[in-house]
Each structure stands twice: as structure tokens, then as C-alpha cells.
């Protein structure tokens, strides 16, 4: 009904709005996910006295992480750039070398798109 909110300008004061709530929501998830593993991996350590191993628990922490980061993906137009392997893999470094849940999703919280259907550059010039 109001005059202003036919601008595009605010759809995408809209749209940063909807990708701060869900970076947020991801953020928030990670921490948790990451919290619960620590748990389980505490519980583990007194039970067995053996390290959980980092793939598993990497496959286990996925579930939990997956859904709110897709959405993420989503709200910045990421969807095609992130495979589920590749998130495992990264997963499971990030706990093999004993990561917070930031260090993580700051591969994904700062991606920067690769330019595509960019020219190559010229070739060498001589300049002598």
C-alpha cells in the first residue's frame, strides 16, 4: 500500500535483512553442533580412551550443520558453489585440527564468487 515500498532499494535492504537472520541461525547452529560434539567426544574419551575418529564424527556433526548452512547458500546465491563432499571434507579438518565452529564457516561466511565468463587476459606485451 505504501508508495515506498514499490522500490527495489528496499526488497534488497530485505533481502541483507533475510541473509543477516540466517547467517545468525548458522552461526548459532555451528556452535551448538560443535558444543554437542565436544560432549560426545568427552563422554567417549572417559568411556573407551580412544579419540573419536574425525570422518565419523565429521558424517555425525553433518545433519546438524547442513540445513541452516543451505539456507545460507541460498540467501546469498551460494547453492551451486559448495558440494556435501566438499563441506565434509572441510568438516572434517576442521576437527581433526581442533577448529572453533567460526574458523568452519568463515570459508563460507567470506566466500567470494570466482568471476565467470570473465575474459583472459590479454597475452604478454613486449615492452622493450
Known sequence: NCYYTQFP?????????????KKAQLITSTEEAFKQLRRVSDEHLTVNDHALDCHEAARALFPH??????????????QSSH??????KHL???????????AFLEKYLSFIPLLQNFPPFPAEENWS
Open 9 to 21: 532499494a528496499n526488497n534488497l535492504t530485505a533481502k541483507k535483512n533475510n541473509g543477516n537472520k
Open 65 to 78: 550443520v547442513i540445513q541452516p548452512l543451505q539456507k545460507y547458500f541460498k540467501s546469498t546465491n551460494q
Open 83 to 88: 558440494t556435501m563432499d566438499s563441506i565434509i
Open 92 to 102: 572434517t579438518t576442521t576437527i581433526m585440527y581442533g577448529m572453533a565452529p567460526k
